[in-house]
């Protein structure tokens, strides 16, 4: 019996501790005089800050737009993909696409295999069938002899999500 009681207040203490983080959150999107600045340093700043500022911007992704460089970057690496594509994801895609689409495109040109997988992955996430396309197109002059393998097992993959019907023209 003494467990849980235990279990139970150490749930309510989770649960107290998520509501004052939300309380933070929105204070601090709603007060910040720089919240854009704060957020970019954050991005840059030790794990922790890196952290809070993803979950911050997957939660409230306002700031996504102006961070989306930033945001590309963490989306590549190993540590924090899966947060910053949900972040950029859950942004405005009429005011993220134009320039996501050409972060990835200038990033394609020196992509490795890794990069590469992960920009297709990025991509995938937020819905853009069309730059998917672009990305799955073979090229003739590789920045990694294993991108040819990759790129057959991306479409493959990812294939049957580039014929879907995309109104958007590529810029």
């Known amino acids: 019996m003494t467990d849980e009681v235990d279990d139970r207040q150490l749930w309510a203490a989770l649960v107290t501790a998520e509501q004052e983080s939300a309380r933070r959150r929105a204070e601090f999107y709603r007060h910040a005089w720089s919240r854009t600045e704060i957020l970019a340093k954050a991005l840059a700043g030790g794990v922790w800050d890196q952290a809070v500022a993803l979950e911050f911007l997957d939660s409230i992704p306002h700031d996504v737009p102006a961070l989306l460089d930033?945001?590309?970057?963490?989306?590549?690496?190993?540590?924090?993909?899966?947060?910053?594509?949900?972040?950029?994801?859950?942004?405005?895609?009429?005011?993220?696409?134009?320039?996501?689409?050409?972060?990835?495109?200038?990033?394609?040109?020196?992509?490795?295999?890794?990069?590469?997988?992960?920009?297709?992955?990025l991509l995938v996430e937020v819905e853009d069938w069309a730059m998917l396309r672009v990305l799955l197109q073979p090229v003739a002059d590789d920045a990694d002899p294993r991108l040819p393998a990759v790129r057959a097992e991306l479409t493959e993959r990812y294939g049957p999500l580039c014929a879907v019907p995309d109104q958007r023209a590529l810029p």
């Open 70 to 121: 930033d945001l590309v970057e963490h989306a590549v690496s190993q540590r924090w993909a899966g947060l910053a594509r949900r972040a950029i994801a859950n942004a405005d895609r009429q005011r993220t696409r134009p320039v996501l689409r050409r972060i990835v495109g200038e990033r394609l040109r020196r992509a490795g295999a890794d990069e590469y997988r992960r920009l297709a992955e």
